[in-house]
């Protein structure tokens, strides 16, 4: 356990980081320059990374090159166009990355068309403004940077993405440059309402290349931190046909790790929708849900696989890529991409699609995981090429064949092995000797240090003769050296590669045995026959240079057919096979998910032992029967759902438990005092966390709730569905709860009782933040609102009383003075003055 820090520790460090700072300021050096530990990270974009460039050259990602007469990609016929399209290529990869947003699926067409003129009016012309140098004050001062004017162009639309747009400015330049103020403030406030989603161009490709409709059961297995999903979520959001009153399919949200869980909820709480179950599981291991139709196949529609990835495609955003990049990080992760791709196939069901995607330009993570699990599907799935539905999209073709290409050892094993060698090690290894010698009053067994000159000793090459000479860390002085070959023909960008130490293998028997745990069988190409059947080239290629983005891979597989039994046993091989770490040794019982939870709930007598078991059959519906159990269930002792893992230990969840139903005990009052129309009003659409005193009652829709009673959520840790639809009142009040803002339109449909229906006036006098005197509104509103009691009441704008997904429908408290005062958050309130600007045709208000 790491040790605490007290606040005046905290202080005091802060002082000296400070001093520190100060004074490497006053002598304008960097902090250990050797190193490049204080370097700015645009001087290691411009040095480039010598074995990157090389890789990738090698590959063969510059041998086409765009016509743009043709808007075609034409294969370079010549070394000189290959250098070419290389200086191109890199031209883009050191540039900043330009911003990008879309407006979202779900928002009404008559304020969508407000949005874009707005926008019309900040970033629709050409306008000059003052550009700040980027990179921190000592960087500026060193180089004598100044402010430059710039004239940049138009907001410009993304054809192939629907209400979507690109900006020839980066985030940190609109950030940061006083004249684009307005429309800072303008793109915060849109986003806060839910409107406008700020995310990467092509980021939004994968859900467009999905094509997920209202109705459909979509999983996005690695899904934080969310702005994929919130893209599929505002298509399932939509209703399915005229009349629905929520939601008809669903998003089933997933990622392993629970912190960036915990993101996807406050990234989807904009959305606002019922139909999304955020879960905590490892994609590899993700239940696998059956289908009546087909009892071996998953049930989902759409699956998105957008993979952990080395992530060099982001380098245009993320300039540590260039310091850090090495090829091992996209062989070590080529097991869990394709552990992640099979189990995806299996999830999605007949005639279904799967899009498998991920930042990276390496075929180590993309071709050759995708022609593996065409390979072992045998036929049940197959590409389909998307480009006909992206409009305008300017994506080469996927490899047929390629590389491969590993270091024999990492930089971290490397520098490992100079650290073991250097004198410092060797004066502590002499310490611990002679200590050992002191207490055991002997001699101490003969060690051979690792510097010695013996056949155990490993050598480390340096590629850089005079980066030792120098004195300087040769796997950093190395990185500075630029790229610049004298041809591109193959033979010399080969021994360019073998320079840096990227040893190429021609088949899987070439692999020396110590690297065979990391470069797999699958990482090769396919063969000839088999190229010509997969159609790699229908694989999305997406490059920096040819529409000023950052680098992806997309490709969409549509499931043909059930998988037979060859290919399910061919599949589960494969993932044991997987699951094998570096030593052989397996590290799951078995190739299914693992077993993972079963709920149990106690009452508040329960005793210890009691509340550690992981019995499962008791659910909440049997605790209901009995009279002592559900009155703990009502005043909320209900204790905590555990873990047990393979060897079972048992550990609590983590914080959160699954849903269960709600009590008749509860919805009782809520019925008579809201006047709930029991012919329409479900209350088994309601349900609650199993721990705590039950404080908010969460709406989940009908496909949700059938799959939460399917067991479901008890194979995987729940972190949160569907929307607040009543929380406890912490007011005087004749109920227990209040409705909540978050679900008011999913409630006010039902309601006969405390529901007003006001007219435009009215409604914008409801939209201030306090208490808002009766008096100041409408004769006949002030009425129907004094002739309430004590609480919360709902206000509806006249004509969108049902409209779910309109939601211009207000929760507001009836004060005890002779005023009202709305209990909707800021955000809300914005986005709800956006509304009524489009239905009035009123202008935004100037800041």
Not at 66 to 72: A, I, S
Request: proline residues 4%; charged residues 30%; glycine residues 6%.
């Amino acid at each position: 356990m790491g040790r605490k820090w007290s606040n005046a520790r905290k202080r005091k460090q802060n002082q000296e980081n400070k001093k520190k700072g100060d004074a490497r300021d006053a002598e304008e050096v960097p902090k250990n320059a050797k190193y490049g530990q204080e370097r700015d990270p645009y001087e290691l974009v411009e040095g480039g990374n010598f074995k990157l460039e090389a890789y990738y050259a090698y590959q063969g990602i510059h041998d086409q090159y765009l016509d743009e007469e043709t808007g075609n990609f034409v294969a370079c016929e010549s070394s000189e166009e290959r250098d070419t399209e290389r200086r191109r290529w890199l031209e883009y990869m050191k540039s900043i990355l330009p911003a990008s947003f879309r407006i979202g699926t779900d928002v009404d067409e008559t304020l969508r068309e407000k949005l874009e003129k707005e926008l019309e009016g900040y970033v629709g012309e050409k306008m000059e403004i003052e550009i700040q140098p980027k990179g921190g004050d000592r960087r500026i001062k060193k180089r004598g940077l100044k402010v430059e004017t710039k004239l940049i162009a138009p907001a410009k639309k993304i054809p192939y993405i629907p209400h979507a747009y690109q900006l020839s400015l980066d985030r940190q330049t609109i950030r940061r440059n006083t004249g684009l103020n307005e429309f800072h403030e303008w793109l915060k406030v849109q986003t806060q309402a839910g409107f406008v989603t700020r995310q990467e161009t092509v980021s939004m490709i994968p859900p467009i290349a999905l094509n997920p409709e209202p109705h459909h059961k979509v999983l996005d297995m690695c899904a934080a931190p969310g702005s994929k999903t919130s893209q599929l979520l505002e298509v399932i959001n939509l209703p399915a046909k005229v009349g629905d009153s929520e939601p008809s399919g669903f998003v089933v949200a997933n990622d392993s790790d629970y912190k960036r869980a915990y993101m996807l909820v406050h990234q989807m709480r904009r959305i606002n929708s019922p139909a999304l179950f955020i879960s905590c599981s490892d994609a590899k291991f993700f239940p696998l849900i059956r289908s009546e139709e087909h009892p071996t196949e998953g049930i989902f529609d759409r699956v998105l696989c957008d993979v952990p990835c080395s992530g060099d495609g982001t380098a245009r955003k993320n300039p540590g890529i260039w310091k850090r990049w090495t090829s091992l990080n996209g062989i070590g992760l080529h097991v869990v991409q394709l552990s992640i791709a099979l189990k995806g196939a299996r999830l999605t069901r007949v005639g279904g699609y799967m899009v498998y995607s991920t930042c990276s330009m390496n075929p180590m993570e993309n071709e050759s995981v995708v022609a593996e699990l065409l390979r072992s599907s045998e036929g049940s799935l197959e590409l389909v090429d998307s480009r006909n539905d992206l409009n305008g999209i300017l994506a080469r073709p996927g490899f047929s064949t390629w590389k491969v290409l590993c270091e024999a050892r990492s930089h971290r094993e490397i520098k490992d092995e100079k650290k073991k060698r250097n004198d410092k090690m060797q004066a502590r290894r002499e310490a611990w000797d002679k200590e050992k010698t002191d207490k055991t009053g002997g001699d101490a067994e003969e060690t051979v240090a690792v510097g010695d000159d013996t056949e155990e000793a490993v050598a480390v090459e340096n590629p850089d003769p005079e980066a030792e000479a120098d004195g300087e860390d040769d796997d950093f002085h190395f990185r500075r050296r630029l790229f610049e070959p004298s041809d591109m023909n193959d033979n010399t960008l080969k021994d360019l590669a073998a320079s840096v130490g990227l040893n190429e293998f021609e088949t899987f028997e070439d692999v020396p045995d110590n690297l065979r745990r990391r470069v797999r069988q699958s990482c090769f190409p396919p063969s000839k026959e088999e190229a010509e059947k997969f159609h790699l080239e229908r694989c999305l290629r997406i490059m920096p240079q040819d529409m000023d983005t950052g680098g992806f891979f997309v490709c969409l597989l549509k499931k043909v057919g059930p998988m037979n039994a060859r290919a399910r046993a061919r599949f589960e091989k494969l993932e044991q096979e997987l699951d094998e770490d570096e030593d052989g040794n397996n590290n799951t019982t078995k190739t299914e998910e693992p077993n993972l939870k079963k709920a149990r709930l106690q009452s508040s007598d329960a005793t210890e032992n009691e509340k550690a078991s992981t019995d499962s059959g008791v659910v909440a519906d049997e605790l209901a029967k009995n009279e002592k159990d559900s009155a703990a269930v009502v005043r909320g002792h209900v204790k905590r759902v555990y873990l047990q893992d393979k060897d079972g230990n048992k550990h609590e969840t983590l914080g959160r438990d699954d849903f269960v139903p709600i009590p008749e005990e509860i919805f009782g009052p809520l019925r008579e005092y809201y006047g709930l129309a029991t012919s329409t009003f479900e209350g088994g659409s309601y349900m609650a966390r199993a721990c705590g005193e039950m404080k908010v009652l969460h709406f989940i829709t009908k496909p949700i709730k059938a799959l939460i009673d399917s067991g479901f959520q008890e194979r995987v840790t729940v972190i949160h569905s569907g929307v607040k639809g009543f929380t406890r009142c912490n007011k005087d009040c004749e109920v227990d709860y209040r409705i909540a803002q978050e679900g008011v339109h999913f409630v006010a449909p039902h309601m006969t009782k405390r529901k007003i229906i006001a007219d435009i006036d009215d409604f914008r006098r409801c939209l201030e933040p306090n208490n808002v005197d009766l008096k100041t509104f409408s004769e006949t509103f002030a009425e129907q609102v004094r002739s309430l009691s004590l609480g919360c009441f709902v206000v509806c704008l006249k004509g969108y009383e049902n409209d779910y997904l309109k939601k211009l429908i207000l929760v507001v408290w009836r004060c005890r003075s002779d005023a009202c005062s709305t209990m909707a958050n800021q955000a809300e309130l914005d986005g709800m003055k956006s509304k009524l600007r489009s239905i009035t045709g009123e202008s935004a208000p100037s800041s």
